[in-house]
């Protein structure tokens, strides 16, 4: 038989357990008979607890009614307390309960109103938070007075693509334990202003994409933002399109690896202080500031580039640039620059002598677009390692080539060339002012594609390209198009042997009136568009523009064939006809379709009704 305190009932004993009952004692004691009855004293309930449990350490939680009552009563009781969390459920989850026809959401401490829909975002399920819809708005709350609403450990995605809010007020929102506030308020695209006041970010550690496509950010407060323990900024800022400037004065940069694409399409950014900025231990600018098409002044002198890695597409597409000093920058690290100044059309000049490109390995794209620059010096740089300059094809090309639409540039030094380039096509495509080119750094030794890479150059009268090994060279189509001015072209080194396409490898270059080719050239197909007129090599060999003297000939050959044939005679003919007479050569002779590509197809009809045999 247990003991009882009381002889007229069981004694129940509340403890606060570390929480407070409204009169701001820490227990409560009631007396109730075996009908659970209360017999004297008053249960006084505990806003913030979450429940009550028949011991201190919590591990059996006891079931009691709404006046405080055990279900069962056979003894004495101690029951104890244990605090609500008041947590929200992390990113996506909390995410896919804002109703789509909020317009606003808003945390605070007050009561839900009775007969309110609940909207569960509770983290735990212990009831800290309910939300509810005030009209459009979704109201977050503790319902206790001074109670902030607690943020998850991650608010990834917590807002994203909420694109009909046009507030959000934090102003009973904790986040001080949030590491990651990653794609935050990702596409919050009707967002006009956004207090980050509320906020304490000292535990943020991820803040890649917070503010990605808020569009309609006209002005973003950041000083209040802790970001001494943040090492990703990736896309942090990518198209906030409507804000013409950062003051970024208080961010503490010394922790951030990742600043890639941090300002990308900013449209509308006119200045930019990064003077605090600490980049020492930044590995990624790729994009930083892609497409910040009104941007007209960067200062980047306090940058610390040691460690930097990549800078692809650095500055693609800032446009109003003139000036760009970056001779602070160190570079011994970067192995990708592909596009890193692609499109900044206005610069005039571009001083890239402090570089150290001993590690570089991608140079795609990397001055295409530069359609001001009148010289370019790069005789100094060190490309032993590039394997990279262009990624044009048939179907076009993501970054484009190296030097292709620089149409202003009159001067141009080149680096030395690796033996590990494959691609060249549109290397030099539209640089329409080039009056000479010394190619001689080149290294062509690997090349497989040359379509389109001197495509434009009008301006050029002469080209020496007898330093060239094209033996492995597949397509040269457009090679030389549209060089109006070009008189003189030097091919003596080209093999054409496994080149496929060479259609409109002349196109339009109708100034064109010595062409020298060497034993290993053969023209492919009948498209090359050779200036009008008939060409003839030193050998003897006729060459039209369009190719049909060697169907003249071929037509003149089977009548002489076919009267020596009709007067009884046999018929042998020898010769270099870059034609396939039997049409299954390679089946003959045991080749490869790929080793015959200078042997064309036989014109239709020529030889229709004529049995031709191999002897």
């Known amino acids: 038989k247990r003991y009882r305190k009381n002889p007229l009932g069981y004694t129940i004993t509340y403890h606060g357990n570390g929480l407070t009952f409204p009169d701001g004692s820490t227990e409560n004691e009631i007396l109730v008979n075996s009908a659970g009855q209360v017999i004297s004293g008053q249960y006084k309930e505990i806003a913030a607890s979450a429940g009550w449990f028949s011991d201190n350490k919590l591990s059996s939680k006891v079931k009691v009614s709404e006046a405080g009552i055990p279900d069962e009563i056979s003894c004495d009781m101690d029951l104890y307390a244990t605090g609500k969390t008041f947590v929200i459920k992390a990113g996506p989850n909390f995410n896919k309960l804002i109703p789509s026809s909020a317009t606003s959401v808003e945390f605070s401490d007050e009561i839900m109103p009775a007969s309110t829909p609940l909207i569960d975002v509770d983290a735990d399920g212990d009831g800290g938070v309910v939300a509810w819809m005030d009209e459009t708005v979704m ?24 694109s009909n809010l046009t507030s959000i007020k934090m102003n009973n929102f904790d986040t001080s334990k949030v590491n990651s506030m990653e794609s935050m308020f990702y596409g919050c695209s009707k967002l006009r202003s956004l207090d980050l006041t509320p906020l304490d970010t000292s535990s943020c550690t991820d803040m890649s994409g917070m503010f990605y496509g808020c569009s309609k950010l006209t002005d973003l407060n950041l000083t209040s ?9 990736n896309n942090m800022f990518g198209s906030c399109s409507k804000i ?66 990549s800078m692809d597409r650095m500055f693609y597409g800032c446009s109003k640039l003139t000036d760009l000093d970056l001779s602070s920058f160190n570079t011994s690290n970067v192995t990708n620059m592909s596009a890193i100044f692609r499109g900044c059309s206005r610069l005039k000049e571009l001083d890239l002598s402090s570089f150290n490109t001993g590690m570089l390995q991608k140079a795609t794209g990397m001055f295409g677009g530069c359609s001001s620059l009148t010289t370019l010096d790069l005789s100094m740089l060190d490309f032993k390692n590039v394997y990279q300059v262009s990624d044009m094809t048939k179907q076009g090309g993501s970054y484009g080539a190296m030097f292709d639409n620089c149409s202003s540039l009159v001067s141009l030094k080149l680096p030395q060339f690796s033996d590990k380039i494959t691609n060249f096509s549109d290397m030099f495509c539209n640089c329409r002012s080039l009056t000479s080119l010394d190619l001689s750094s080149m290294n062509t030794s690997r090349a497989l594609y040359m379509s389109d890479m001197f495509d434009g150059c009008r301006s050029l009268t002469s080209l020496d390209l007898s330093s060239f090994e094209t033996s492995h060279v597949r397509e040269m189509s457009y090679m030389f198009a549209f060089c109006d001015k070009l008189t003189s072209l030097n091919m003596s080194s080209f093999d054409t042997g496994r080149v496929t396409d060479m259609n409109g490898i002349f196109q339009n270059s109708h100034n064109l009136a010595n062409l020298t080719i060497g034993e290993n050239f053969v023209f492919v197909g009948s498209e090359y568009n050779l200036p009008s007129g008939t060409w003839y090599a030193s050998d003897g060999t006729a060459y039209t523009s369009d190719g049909t003297i060697a169907v003249e000939q071929l037509e003149l050959l089977r009548a002489d064939m076919q009267a020596e044939y009709e007067k009884g005679n046999w018929c042998i003919a020898g010769g270099d006809f870059n034609k396939d007479l039997l049409g299954q050569s390679e089946e003959i002779f045991g080749g490869s379709a790929e080793g015959y590509t200078w042997a064309q197809p036989l014109p239709e009809g020529i030889w229709d009704g004529t049995n031709l045999s191999l002897v």
């Open 225 to 233: 933002l802790n970001t001494s323990n943040v090492n990703s900024m």
């Open 139 to 162: 109201i977050v709350s503790s319902q206790i007075p001074g109670q902030n609403v607690i943020a998850a450990s991650s608010c990834y995605e917590l807002f994203y693509r909420k």
């Open 244 to 309: 013409a400037g950062f003051d970024l004065t208080s961010f503490d940069t010394h922790n951030v690896t990742n600043m890639s694409f941090m300002f990308s399409d900013c449209s509308a950014l006119i200045w930019l202080n990064l003077s605090p900025f600490s980049t020492d231990n930044v590995i990624s600018m790729d994009g930083m500031f892609y497409s910040c098409s009104t941007l007209i002044d960067l200062e980047l002198s306090s940058f610390n580039t040691a460690n930097v890695k």
